[in-house]
């Protein structure tokens, strides 16, 4: 089965640090996605990369940068994290875009305070 | 308002019996929709995937949808306490490639 991973699994940042959180797949997909998750709201589209080097501005960008260093990495960067940005959020792989499924890892649990 | 919206909100059934959950767009660009179910403390998995009107059913889960109203349903039978879980419906937008999700319905099976 796919698999994408996440760490870290939960973090407690303060208001106005840095936050990285990084994902890693192994499915050899072209696409890569970062959601957030909050009662209520479902899963919010934040951004996605269908290349290495390349990201673009999914539903809800403001606040949050993205990195693509590689086919298997994407990283989440809240460069000011606010208490707004506590959530949880989810990382996911796919082969062929919008019209193909999405493989989830297991989710991060941030907390900022 | 969500561009896909999801009911009920949260749905309790008896052990096998059946569960119906519902998803409408508000976008006719939507036209590719997907079934996701999310245990507790864990990513969303896809369930099923239907593109075209009418009936796709894989083992207990059928999936329905009319395009021209724009509403799919998923319908579980012989309904287990394993499928306590949330369910999200997602919507594939033609108009800029992008997938939207629904705000989820939370359904819990009593043994």
């Known amino acids: 089965e796919a698999a994408v991973t996440q760490s870290p699994r939960s973090k407690v940042a303060v208001t106005g640090g840095k936050v990285t959180l990084s994902c890693h797949q192994t499915?050899?997909?072209?696409?890569m996605y970062w959601y957030r998750q909050d009662t209520g709201h479902g899963l919010r589209l934040i951004h996605y990369?269908?290349?290495?080097?390349?990201?673009e501005k999914g539903d809800i960008p403001d606040g949050y940068k993205a990195s693509r260093p590689s086919q298997e990495n994407f990283s989440l960067i809240l460069e000011l994290a606010s208490l707004s940005q506590t959530a949880v959020y989810f990382c996911a792989s796919s082969g062929l875009g919008g019209l193909d499924t999405q493989y989830f890892g297991p989710g991060t649990r941030l907390l900022v305070l | 308002q969500q561009k896909v919206q999801q009911s009920p909100e949260s749905l309790s059934v008896p052990e096998g019996g059946m569960a119906s959950l519902n998803c409408t767009s508000s976008d006719r660009n939507f036209q590719y929709f997907w079934w996701y179910r999310q245990h507790s403390g864990e990513g969303p998995k896809a369930l099923m995937?239907?593109?075209?009107?009418g009936d796709k059913k894989e083992g207990r889960f059928t999936a329905h949808l009319n395009k021209a109203s724009l509403h799919v349903s998923l319908h579980i039978r012989d309904s287990q306490p394993s499928d306590s879980a949330l369910y999200f419906c997602?919507?594939?937008?033609?108009?800029?490639?992008?997938?939207?999700f629904g705000a989820g319905t939370k359904l819990t099976i009593k043994p």
């Open positions: 499915n050899n997909h072209d696409y």
């Open positions: 990369s269908y290349v290495a080097d390349s990201t």
């Open positions: 997602a919507a594939f937008n033609y108009g800029n490639e992008k997938i939207t």
């Open positions: 995937s239907i593109f075209s009107d």
